[in-house]
């Protein structure tokens, strides 16, 4: 690139160095939140990354490119977008503010583009990765998209963080040559300058997984010192300065600098910088190459010349870089002062007036950005795949079925549907076919860049790898099972092209994922997990295999409704329902409630439940009305005045339960009956939907001071104020509040210490969830009336 362009590269980069820094400043100085509490930011983790971000965007990037923002780079960010004309300048005081910009980029709230929401740490960095993990499938499937490359920009300290090399190390992720990830290698943490750089064990890391690795150390003037005489021992004793003492230099000036840069020098180096003035010899032994335009836009030519694996760049760089914090050990939350920030203004040739002013348009400057605004310009992207996803596959379940075995047979029936079958992609963490994914593996194959020969002839499951298959198998990291899913269910947006993504992990370990899961539907992503087995139903494995705090996870996730069925017919409802809301088509309303937009968590069970009970409920019922109950979150199983017509004045209690402790609620309805007390059962098949549909009347009535109403799916399914036993293979809080609800007493039972081997009956009698407790529940609930 000509100096001309580099010039003009630099005034734009001042330009957005003062944005970035006035941005956060304006959020702390100019806005009163009435509370005392701080609106923060981060104008020196800002600062560090204005030279990689402008040479991105405004000489690098194209409009299919897809970017990933260091969480606290955001301003840096908005001031680059509101440069391009890509936001409005009212925006430009309200970082922090309720409406305004994010405290970190987000996709579902931020006005200007976010490709990548970003913020916990390492799974935006991730998240590119994934994202062409996925281009390579919808290529593969749908034809070649216009070429993207999918970029992360990450601060040092996140290459602490696990998850980054689990995405690393997938196979999944090998080999995708559109993928480089900007390490701001600022070499400084949020409490502290790091003492030990590590970037040769990162390399080393980063080669040893098949990235290719470009460091960007040094600046022009540097480069240009270290080519005359003894400049080598120049280099080499930068190279060699503890970290701490070189980051100390950028507080200092004058003779003090060259005090501390000679402090600990070998001989010669002194007599090498003499000839340099004060005044020179800061800028010339700071200059870092994360600063330095040219040498970033070579290291991203250097990237996009290596088509076969990822890249990563090593951008060493300043922390508060052109402000007056920069290199400060403590600057990671500073605050200019108004002092420091009148000074910086005038350093920059603003004034109050035009301090929020774009960059002239007839500027070399201006005209530069408006040649990238129209570049780098897209179109709009359809959500709504247009496919209808049928109401229900008709499973088969004439015997004892789990809902587990269910699940398979139900993806393989979608799989059939000529609409449907070709857009549904699964994954799984390395247990695809012991959560019952083999029958549509059998049917559809695995995914692989290029066909792989079979060595085995195993006949049960047939691991055909092609770039036909459908299924994206993983190694073992449920970390990048919800970072796949998110991006999958990303895929309309970033990749142009809509698919039905499907997940299964067993249910304990959706944990270790949870943070991933947590960042896929805070960035809007639609797609269904499975969690199965689940529950110390699967009582052999003891407590280490055996969940029970994950469906209040499920319950409590904001973008996830959470499902928990018992029988068969009940999860094709679910499942079909929920597939047809992430295809978009028109579905048939089932509720009152608004339409649902984000991921399904489907807690499942392998333990196999006799079918009848539901087919009775269906025949009294009848499928379109118990199928919109099914689908509302509940309805009423057993009516214990219309199977006991002799208790039609008995003491009654309702007797709700989800999944797999359905049997031992029938089996205590039963004994009740005996007993001379009504008893109905309620299948709870989604608290979420129901917590949701009580939520909304409350509210309600709290915003319009009025008396609440009783939702729908909560009067159908519990249509007396009788009292209420919770039964849950699961935390006993994750029903108690249907008492509140339903406005009766409530004795909620449930799995409220770690489990242990055993069989079922064993457990279920050490948690209270045999019918004999269940029994002994309702009573103590009817004498709490």
């Not at 470009?214 to 010192?225: C, I, S, T």
Request: aromatic residues 8%; glycine residues 10%; negative net charge.
């Amino acid at each position: 690139m000509k100096q001309h362009d580099i010039d003009v590269l630099d005034d734009i980069q001042r330009r957005v160095l003062w944005l970035a820094t006035r941005i956060v400043d304006a959020a702390n100085h100019d806005r009163s939140t009435g509370d005392g509490v701080k609106a923060g930011g981060h104008q020196a983790s800002s600062a560090s990354l204005v030279s990689v971000m402008t040479a991105l965007w405004f000489a690098h990037l194209d409009a299919e490119d897809r970017v990933a923002v260091k969480p606290h780079a955001s301003p840096v960010f908005h001031a680059v977008q509101y440069l391009l004309g890509n936001l409005d300048r009212s925006y430009l005081t309200t970082l922090r503010s309720r409406g305004g910009l994010q405290s970190y980029p987000s996709r579902t709230k931020d006005p200007d583009g976010v490709d990548f929401s970003t913020g916990s740490v390492g799974l935006g960095a991730a998240a590119p990765l994934f994202a062409a993990v996925t281009r390579r499938y919808v290529d593969a499937h749908f034809g070649a998209r216009p070429h993207s490359r999918f970029v992360a920009l990450i601060g040092d300290a996140e290459l602490d963080e696990g998850n980054i090399w689990e995405a690393v190390a997938d196979p999944a992720t090998t080999g995708l040559g559109n993928v480089m990830w900007v390490v701001d290698f600022n070499r400084q943490s949020l409490d502290r300058v790091v003492p030990g750089v590590r970037i040769d064990q990162w390399r080393g890391q980063f080669e040893a997984a098949g990235w290719h690795v470009v460091e960007v150390k040094y600046g022009r003037r540097l480069a240009e010192a270290y080519q005359r005489p003894g400049g080598a021992a120049l280099r080499d004793w930068i190279d060699a300065m503890p970290n701490e003492q070189y980051q100390s230099l950028f507080g200092l000036t004058g003779p003090a600098l060259r005090e501390q840069f000679l402090d600990g020098a070998p001989d010669g180096i002194a007599a090498f910088i003499a000839d340099i003035t004060d005044e020179d010899l800061g800028p010339l032994v700071t200059d870092l190459g994360g600063h330095d335009l040219a040498a970033l836009l070579d290291a991203y030519a250097q990237c996009d010349a290596v088509t076969d694996r990822p890249s990563v760049v090593f951008a060493y760089t300043v922390k508060g870089w052109g402000l007056p914090i920069a290199g400060n050990p403590r600057n990671h939350s500073a605050l200019l002062s108004g002092e420091q920030v009148d000074a910086l203004r005038a350093g920059h040739d603003l004034t109050r007036d035009t301090e929020w002013d774009r960059l002239d348009p007839a500027s070399p400057a201006g005209i530069r950005a408006g040649q990238r605004r129209e570049s780098l310009s897209r179109a709009p992207r359809e959500r709504a795949l247009g496919v209808t996803v049928p109401q229900a596959t008709n499973v088969r379940a004439n015997k004892p079925i789990s809902t587990q075995e269910a699940f398979g047979r139900v993806l393989v029936d979608l799989a059939r549907d000529q609409q449907v079958g070709k857009y549904l992609v699964t994954t799984a963490p390395d247990v695809a076919t012991s959560t019952n994914l083999a029958g549509f593996i059998n049917r559809t194959g695995v995914f692989a860049p290029t066909a792989q020969r079979s060595w085995s002839s195993e006949t049960m499951l047939r691991w055909t790898e092609s770039p036909e298959g459908q299924h994206i198998e993983l190694g073992i990291s449920e970390m990048n099972l919800f970072l796949l899913l998110g991006q999958l269910g990303l895929s309309w947006d970033l990749s142009g092209q809509p698919l039905l993504p499907v997940g299964t992990v067993y249910d304990p370990f959706v944990l270790r994922g949870l943070d991933a899961f947590l960042y896929g539907t805070y960035s809007g992503s639609r797609f269904v997990v499975a969690g199965t087995p689940s529950g110390i139903t699967l009582a052999p494995e003891g407590g280490a295999h055996q969940s029970t705090i994950t469906a209040s996870v499920g319950l409590e996730l904001p973008g996830v409704t959470f499902v928990e069925p018992a029988y068969a017919v009940g999860l094709d409802w679910l499942l079909c329902d929920a597939l047809g809301h992430i295809a978009g088509a028109p579905q048939p309303v089932p509720t009152a409630a608004p339409a649902e937009d984000g991921a399904y968590y489907f807690r499942l069970s392998t333990r196999p439940l006799d079918q009848a009970p539901f087919e009775a409920a269906r025949a009294r019922l009848g499928d379109a009305v118990l199928r919109r109950q099914v689908l509302a979150g509940a309805y009423r199983l057993v009516d214990a005045h219309q199977a006991y017509p002799h208790l039609a004045d008995a003491p009654t209690v309702q007797l709700a339960a989800s999944g797999a402790v359905l049997p031992e609620v029938l089996a205590a309805a039963a004994e009740l009956a005996d007993e001379g007390v009504a008893a109905h059962v309620v299948d709870v098949t989604s608290l979420d939907r129901l917590y949701r549909a009580w939520q909304r009347t409350l509210r309600q009535g709290v915003r319009t001071a009025t008396v609440p109403s009783v939702p729908g799916a909560l009067r159908s399914a519990f249509a007396d104020r009788v009292p209420v036993v919770s039964v849950h293979d699961a935390a006993s809080h994750a029903m108690a509040w249907l008492g509140s609800a339903v406005g009766a007493a409530a004795v909620p039972l449930g799995v409220d210490e770690f489990g242990q081997s055993g069989s079922v009956a064993e457990l279920y009698e050490l948690h209270d969830l045999l019918p004999g407790s269940i029994v002994n529940a309702a009573l103590a609930a009817l004498a709490l009336r």
